[in-house]
């Protein structure tokens, strides 16, 4: 196993969620970090930037010597730049192998789950960070490191591929559980042995969410803390209220009462998500004051739920792949946004992530009041490796009203004046949101400038 002691890194694939993050929080400790991916834009890309870590193409002549190479794990062992390290002898290491070295030396705290990964490790390290000196890893892409002398480590771990096996935490969470990555999960009888599985490398503590019935068909071998809407948590949300400005509720821990809460965000998941974040706060003793304080403030993680206002128009972007989080994502907006209509415009991110759960998305998408399915991503084409006899028509076809949009078409079709346009996917629909922002501020004589809004 590599040991994290090199001073010079090399990224293979460093605009990815994780890896980018990483990146940023090895150069915020003080290491020189550069990287290497696809030319076109991503929004990672913009923190790698702004802490001083170099983005190039790819090329085997960005393999070096004396630099630890860290590789996405999107990329095989046949990757340009991982046969140049072979063939060199250079070292290098998966991301998660490389993560678990890393934290080693730190209290770690994994937030793991099917949905709400990134919104509850985003609020964990909010909560935390001004408290205690954390290092923060959020899949977003944003790495965040706080005081001069780090204790804790908090990252998001994902399930794919077992990946989270290679960690051994202090604390773990589990948001939720659910089928997902069906290019690797059999069944999500198959997802719940690996969340079991998971649930033995951790060393303290697992904190749950008690509302979760798959989670509920686990077992575990150290101390439990519940989390959950109403009676019978040991961190409790009551009486909870949507308003315009986010949601609210009462905290109870193990049947006292802690105060009440006002959140900037919508949806009950994102009330779980907060109580999956007090609770480890709670854990690590940060005063609930504290947490009363800062999470008026949070201002979300990016991609979701992010959302801009222009003209009489809402527009919001998020990061939605997967049925329960498209639902979610929608029943947040039309909770927001009830006198308004909500226009869907979704991309599939993978032919068998489409292919296994079709029915699912054409049922959640049809809460919008209008849905336009865009082509599949640009990352879902370049890893397509089976045989498909189905169109994003196909979508479209089993939805009430739904249409097919190219990003070329974007503004002639999504004419729908002052509706909340919610953008949801993971590759290229960026590019869908920014067409018709460009419309809207071409009636106003400027452009608009490409970006992802935080």
């Known amino acids: 196993m590599i040991t994290v002691k090199s001073q010079r890194y090399h990224f293979i694939g460093v605009k990815g969620a994780g890896m980018s993050a990483l990146a940023t929080i090895l150069s915020k400790l003080g290491h020189i970090v550069k990287g290497s991916d696809v030319e076109f834009y991503v929004f990672t890309e913009d923190e790698l930037h702004a802490n001083h870590v170099d983005v190039l193409p790819f090329d085997k002549n960005n393999v070096r010597d004396q630099e630890l190479v860290v590789v996405s794990n999107a990329f095989k062992d046949d990757h340009i730049e991982v046969i140049e390290c072979i063939e060199k002898g250079i070292p290098f290491s998966r991301y998660h192998h490389f993560l678990g070295e890393l934290m080693k030396p730190y209290s770690s705290v994994a937030v793991t789950g099917t949905h709400g990964k990134t919104t509850t490790t985003a609020l964990i390290v909010h909560l935390m960070g001004h408290y205690k000196p954390i290092v923060g890893l959020i899949g977003d892409g944003t790495g965040v490191v706080t005081g001069s002398i780090q204790e804790t480590f908090v990252f998001e771990s994902c399930e794919y591929r077992r990946h989270f096996l ?27 042995t690996a969340f079991q599985e998971m649930s033995k490398t951790v060393r303290g503590k697992i904190i749950v969410c008690g509302d979760d019935r798959n989670i509920q068909a686990l077992s575990f071998g150290i101390p439990v803390t519940t989390f959950g809407i109403g009676n019978g948590h040991d961190v409790s949300a009551m009486n909870v209220q949507t308003f315009p400005e986010g949601m609210s509720f009462d905290v109870y821990s193990k049947g006292t009462y802690l105060g009440r ?20 706060c709670l854990e690590k003793e940060v005063p609930f004051q504290i947490i009363s304080d800062r999470i008026a403030s949070f201002k979300g993680a990016k991609r979701r739920f992010s959302k801009k206002c222009i003209q009489d128009r809402v527009i ?42 079709m029915h699912q998305f054409a049922e959640s998408l049809s809460y919008a009041d209008h ?57 290229n629909i960026t590019s869908y949101k920014n067409a018709l922002e460009n419309l809207i501020y071409s009636q106003e004589g400027r452009v608009c400038i490409p970006s992802t809004p935080q």
Do not use: W
């Not at 989080?325 to 226009?343: D, L």
């Not at 028509?393 to 249409?403: C, E, N, Q, V, Y």
């Open 316 to 357: 919001i972007d998020d990061y939605a792949h997967h049925p329960t989080a498209v639902r979610s994502t929608i029943y947040a907006a039309k909770g927001k946004y009830p006198n308004r209509k909500i226009v869907a415009i979704f991309e599939p991110h993978t032919y068998k992530r489409l292919a296994e759960f």
């Open 371 to 427: 849905v336009y399915v865009c082509p599949l991503s640009r990352f879902g084409k370049a890893k397509q490796q089976i045989k498909h006899e189905f169109t994003v028509s196909d979508l479209a076809a089993l939805i009430p009203g739904g249409k097919t949009i190219t990003e070329q078409e974007t503004v002639e079709l999504l004419n729908h004046g002052n509706a909340v346009f919610l953008f949801m996917g993971v590759g």
């Open 166 to 192: 290679a960690y051994s935490p202090e604390i773990a969470v589990i948001t939720n559980i659910d089928y997902d990555h069906p290019d690797y999960f059999h069944s999500l009888s198959d997802v719940v």
């Open 261 to 280: 809460l006002q959140i900037p965000l919508y949806g009950v998941h994102n009330v779980l998500n907060a109580l999956a974040a007090i609770s480890v």
